[in-house]
C-alpha cells in the first residue's frame, strides 16, 4: 500500500512545478543565472519532501491497520516504511549540513586569505541554498 507515497510524489511534483516555473520565469525576466539553477532544484527537491510525507502516512497506516487486524506482516512492512523514510530524511539532513560546513570553511579561509571572491563564491552558494531550501519546505 504505497498509494500515500505516489500522491504525495504527485503532489510534491506540482507544488514544485509550479515554484519552479515562477523561478525559472522570474529569473528570465532579471537574467539571472543563479536563480535558474534554482528552479530544477526546487522541483527536485518537492517531489522528494512529498515522497516521504507520503510514505510517512503510508507507513503508519500499514502499522496501525497491522496492529488493528493482529497482522505481523503488515505492522512490520508499515515499521519498515517509516525506517526508509527516516533513513532518506537523516541522509539529506547530514548531506545539508556536510554542504553548509564546506561552504563556511571556505568562506573562513577567503577571509584568512584576504580573498573576498572566495567569500562571495561561498556566500552565495550558502544564499542559493538558503532560497531552495525555502522554496522547498515553506508551507508543505
Do not use: W, Y
Not at 537574467?31 to 528552479?39: F, H, M, Y
Not at 530524511?89 to 560546513?101: G, Q, R
Amino acid at each position: 500500500m504505497a498509494i500515500f507515497k505516489e500522491i504525495g510524489q504527485g503532489i510534491g511534483a506540482v507544488r514544485g512545478g509550479l515554484i519552479s516555473g515562477v523561478t525559472n520565469f522570474a529569473a528570465e525576466l532579471i537574467d539571472n543565472d543563479a536563480l535558474r539553477q534554482v528552479g530544477p532544484e526546487v522541483l527536485k527537491r518537492n517531489k522528494t519532501v512529498g515522497k516521504l510525507v507520503g510514505q510517512t502516512l503510508d507507513g503508519c497506516i500499514e502499522a496501525v491497520v497491522g496492529t488493528i487486524d493482529c497482522q505481523e506482516d503488515k505492522v512490520n512492512d508499515g515499521i519498515d516504511q517509516l525506517a526508509e523514510a527516516a533513513d532518506q530524511t537523516k541522509h539529506s539532513v547530514l548531506n545539508t549540513v556536510e554542504f553548509a560546513t564546506k561552504q563556511v570553511n571556505h568562506a573562513v579561509k577567503g577571509l584568512r586569505n584576504n580573498d573576498s571572491d572566495q567569500v562571495i563564491d561561498s556566500a552565495k552558494q550558502l544564499a542559493k541554498e538558503t532560497v531552495i531550501s525555502v522554496l522547498t519546505f515553506k508551507k508543505f
